[in-house]
Structure formats: structure tokens, C-alpha cells
């Protein structure tokens, strides 16, 4: 299958790039480069016969046009998105621009690319969002896929708003789409302004690690290559029109994952003292959502998909990853608003 794949240079879309690759499938990789994006990230695969990269702006309809038309690829999986909460506090602009008109150019250049085609049956467009769009849990429950959605930052209502629009081109115009929302994800290629990245990079360099609010907060936490895996899947599994929880079935509080993430640090980089000494509580993140867990009944039965990587397992392998590729987080310390703190209001 040929796949074009938006946001291919950034975490989980590299992800999906080298994992298709690896399948044998024909990869098309168009990403603007924006900050969070790097080319390092899909460094193995640059070379493959299989592999194909086109920089582009997804808010720029012509270039997708003329990407569709020059790659002409049987299916697209739409990744490229600004993606950091604390960022959409402080900017919200750039999200409603990407996240939405970004993804009504991208749908609207498929649906004419996929008419004068004269509507391929197999051709897929995949839309790849979050389990933030289902808001906030209490102690109890799960999100299905009919959870209404309540979406509580300038991030989570932006990709609600792209689900929305997807769903709507597949209800109206009877573009072939499947929906995926996942919970939070961690591993190798992670930006470093995200959680787990921060704390490994901070003890590493023995800086503060700072812990939102009182550190309950909870996520379902996914290792990325198991999310890249799902994701194939239900690009060539998937029902027709159908969106798909995806979980890690690892439900563990900010504070909790901070600590095991230390311990690891401990054990691969003992310090005179341990790592935990340099857990900082500061203020919390505004509308902060306190939960988040994903119920995976329907990808378990329909696809037979489960999560592989235990969370011990993924964050070993996620330590030993940074501590071993300096040369690929280090350059990326020094752009803009990395280490400090966002998303204040
Ligand atoms: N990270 C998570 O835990 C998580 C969980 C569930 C869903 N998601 C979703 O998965 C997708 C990928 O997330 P990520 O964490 O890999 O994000 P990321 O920020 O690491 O990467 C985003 C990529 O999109 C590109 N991009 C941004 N704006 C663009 C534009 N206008 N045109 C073209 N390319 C553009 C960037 O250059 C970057 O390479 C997003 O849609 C996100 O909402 C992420």
C-alpha cells in the first residue's frame, strides 16, 4: 500500500513511518518541520527505495493538492497536528489553524483527489486524534467511543473539532474514514518539552523536575511503537466510518510515573543521592484534566489488538534510549520555549 502520512517527522508519525517501512509498504511523509518536528527521526528509513519526503503545510491546500496528485497514494493518515497542551494556552491561534482548517484543507483535498479517482473503494483516509477530546474522568470510569465528547483546553477542542469535521465528510460526501483517539503516548523520539522526556533530560543534568499541581493526575500511558502498530491496523482492518479507542491498559499518576522514571535513573545513572530529591511540585496547569482511561473492548474484540509493552518495560527502554542519543535531544534543547514553563495563563 502506498500511505501518505502528514506529521511524519514528529513523534508518533515517525513512529508510523518506520514502521510501515519495516512492513513493506510505500511511505509518503509530509510534514511542515515546524519546531516540534525532526528529520532525525526517520534518519533510518531516509534512504529506503519504499521512503518519499515532501515538506509541506498542511494549511496550504494547494501543495496537498499537488502532493496528492504527484505520490497518487492509496491511503492517508493524518497526523500532522501542533500538539502541546501548554502551548495551546499560551497560543491558541496556531492550533485552530493547523488542527482545524489544516484538517478541513487535507479532507477536502482528499475528497477531490478521491472523486477523480472516481472513488476508489479501498482508499482510506485515517484520522488519527486523542482521548483528551472525551474531557476529564473522576475516579471512576472509561471513555468508549460514545463518550460525548468535552474537550477543555484550546488543544483537546481543536481536535475535537477535526474529529468532527472528519466524521462529517464521511456522513455528507461518504469519504471512506476511520477515527482513532489514543491515550497519552511515550518512547524513543519524544520532543523534549513533553513529561517523560523532561524528567529523564532534568535528572540526567540534575535540574528541578517540576510535577503539575499535586502530581494526581492520571494517564493511560501507550508505548509509541504499540500506538504506530494499532494504527496500521486499523488503517486496513477498520470498519468503514468507525472511530477506535486505543489504550495502554497502564493507568498511573503523573507522580507515581515521575518517580518509577527516577528509580530507572537511579539504577542506569546512580547519583551521589537519588533522582527523587529533584521532584518540584509547582502550579498546576490551568483546566487541568485530572483523568484520563481509555476502555479498549472495542479494538480488543473487532481487531484483536492489545497493547504489547508493559509500562516498566517501555519506560527501561525509553531511559535507556535518551541516555544512549544525546546527540538527538541535545540540539533540540535550544528551541523556543523548550525547558520553560508554558501554558500558565
Ligand atoms: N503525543 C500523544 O501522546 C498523542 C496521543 C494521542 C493522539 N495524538 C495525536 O497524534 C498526532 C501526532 O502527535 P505527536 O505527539 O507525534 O505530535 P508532534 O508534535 O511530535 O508532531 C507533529 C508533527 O506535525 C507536523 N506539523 C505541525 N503542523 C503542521 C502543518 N501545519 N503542516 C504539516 N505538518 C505539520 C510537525 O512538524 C511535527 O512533525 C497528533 O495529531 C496528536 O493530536 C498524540
Redesign the pocket.
Known amino acids: 500500500m502506498k500511505i501518505l502520512v502528514?506529521?511524519g517527522?514528529?513523534?508518533?508519525?515517525s513512529a508510523v513511518v518506520r514502521l510501515a517501512v519495516a512492513r513493506g509498504h510505500e511511505v509518503v511523509n509530509?510534514?511542515?518541520?515546524?519546531y516540534?518536528?525532526n528529520p532525525e527521526n526517520v534518519v533510518s528509513v531516509a534512504d529506503s527505495p519504499l521512503y518519499r519526503f515532501e515538506q509541506?503545510?498542511?494549511?496550504d491546500r494547494a501543495a496537498l493538492d499537488r502532493v496528492l496528485e504527484t505520490h497518487r497514494p492509496d491511503a492517508i493518515m493524518h497526523?500532522?497536528?501542533?500538539?502541546h497542551v501548554d502551548r495551546s494556552i499560551d497560543g491558541p491561534g496556531a492550533f485552530i489553524e493547523?488542527n482545524v482548517t489544516?484538517t478541513y484543507n487535507l479532507l477536502e483535498a482528499a475528497r477531490s483527489w478521491w472523486l477523480a479517482q472516481d472513488r476508489p473503494e479501498g482508499f482510506r483516509f485515517h484520522h488519527?486524534?486523542?482521548d483528551e477530546v472525551f474531557g476529564s474522568l473522576g475516579e471512576e470510569g472509561q471513555f468508549t467511543e460514545t463518550t460525548p465528547y468535552d474537550p477543555r483546553s484550546p488543544y483537546s477542542a481543536s481536535?475535537a473539532a477535526s474529529d468532527h469535521l472528519v466524521r462529517a465528510w464521511h456522513e455528507t460526501y461518504g469519504l471512506p474514514v476511520v477515527l482513532t483517539n489514543?491515550?497519552?503516548?511515550y518512547g524513543p523520539f519524544h520532543?523534549p518539552e513533553k513529561l517523560v522526556p523532561v524528567v529523564i533530560l532534568n535528572a540526567l543534568r540534575g535540574l528541578p523536575i517540576p510535577v503539575y499541581g499535586d502530581g494526581g493526575n492520571v494517564r493511560d500511558w501507550l508505548y509509541v511503537e504499540d500506538h504506530a502498530d494499532a494504527l496500521l491496523l486499523v488503517l486496513e482492518k477498520g470498519r468503514l466510518g468507525r472511530s477506535y479507542n486505543i489504550g495502554g491498559e497502564n493507568e498511573v499518576k503523573n507522580i507515581d510515573l515521575v518517580r518509577t522514571i527516577c528509580a530507572e535513573m537511579d539504577r542506569l545513572r546512580p547519583d551521589a543521592a537519588p533522582h527523587n530529591r529533584l521532584i518540584k511540585f509547582v502550579t498546576d496547569r490551568p483546566g487541568h484534566d485530572r483523568r484520563y482511561a481509555i476502555d479498549p473492548i472495542r479494538i480488543r474484540t473487532e481487531l484483536g489488538w492489545r497493547p504489547s509493552v508493559t509500562i516498566e518495560e517501555g519506560l527501561r527502554r525509553t531511559v535507556e534510549w535518551y541516555l544512549d542519543n544525546e546527540n538527538w535531544w541535545s540540539p533540540l534543547l535550544s528551541r523556543q520555549g523548550v525547558g520553560e514553563r508554558l501554558g500558565k495563563a
Open positions: 502528514t506529521g517527522a514528529g513523534f508518533i508519525g509530509l510534514d511542515a518541520l515546524t516540534a518536528a509541506a503545510d498542511i494549511r497526523l500532522a497536528a501542533e500538539s493547523t489544516g488519527i486524534s486523542t481536535k489514543c491515550s497519552n503516548n520532543f
